[in-house]
């Protein structure tokens, strides 16, 4: 069975401080890989996204995310947080061929001035 | 590209009254999904249509819960005599094909109050 696990639930950062954020995720087959963000009250904006190639994977707002296999993980990272950045991160895992991606319970990320 | 439309934004409703939301996809998306979003929770997938046809339904779309996808453009989620367990962000989902490779383009949703 496919699971999530974003074991922070909630992580404050200064601003301007490195960021990472957790995801391990549990999965039959070869995953596709997905980082979202979502911001009080509003849906959810992706942010980037890892299906196969490069195991480093750049996405919006200067976002990266790093695909280990051996370690079931993909950490969502950003070398400079703004305050801007403040929101709930959501990983999720899908597979060719599925109707849906799972999703796991995300993190909250406070940013202090 | 306008994006995913929900409406409404918000509603309140008392326990045991029915109400429906609307989705309106990005236009050359075929493919529309319904997750549910409680507080502290990620999203959890309701169901799935391709075009016009409903192919994929989750457990937690109890009988209560009926959506539909008339011509495959819009659609609608309803849920008939609701209960305050119901109360949650309903959020739509479009994609331009296998949610897999693709992802999805959320919608803002729809925040749900039962009283």
């Known amino acids: 069975a496919q699971s999530v696990t974003q074991p922070d639930i909630h992580i404050t950062v200064s601003e301007g401080a490195s960021l990472e954020l957790r995801c391990n995720y549990s999965y039959g087959a070869t995953p596709y890989l997905f980082w979202y963000v979502q911001s009080p009250g509003q849906g959810l904006q992706l942010l980037l996204k890892?299906?196969?190639?490069?195991?480093l994977v750049q996405g919006i707002k200067g976002f990266e995310a790093e695909f280990k296999r051996s370690q079931s993980s993909f950490n969502l990272r950003k070398p400079s947080v703004h305050w801007s950045d403040a929101a709930e991160y959501f990983c999720a895992v899908g597979k060719t061929g599925a109707n849906n991606l799972f999703f796991g319970t995300g993190t909250r990320l406070t940013v202090i001035p | 590209d306008t994006g995913v439309s929900q409406n409404p934004r918000h509603k309140i409703t008392k326990r045991g009254q029915n109400v429906t939301f609307r989705c309106d996809p990005i236009?050359?998306?075929?493919?529309l999904y319904w997750y549910r979003q409680t507080l502290g929770q990620g999203p959890e997938f309701l169901t799935y249509f391709q075009n016009e046809a409903q192919l994929e339904k989750s457990r937690l779309l109890s009988d209560r819960f009926s959506a539909e996808r008339p011509k495959g453009s819009f659609s609608t989620l309803e849920i008939q005599r609701t209960e305050q367990g119901d109360s949650a962000m309903y959020l739509c989902?479009?994609?331009?094909?296998?949610?897999?490779?693709?992802?999805?383009?959320f919608g803002s949703g729809t925040r749900l109050t039962v009283v």
């Open positions: 989902a479009s994609s331009l094909g296998d949610a897999g490779f693709y992802g999805y383009t």
């Open positions: 890892y299906f196969s190639g490069d195991t």
């Open positions: 236009s050359e998306h075929n493919r």
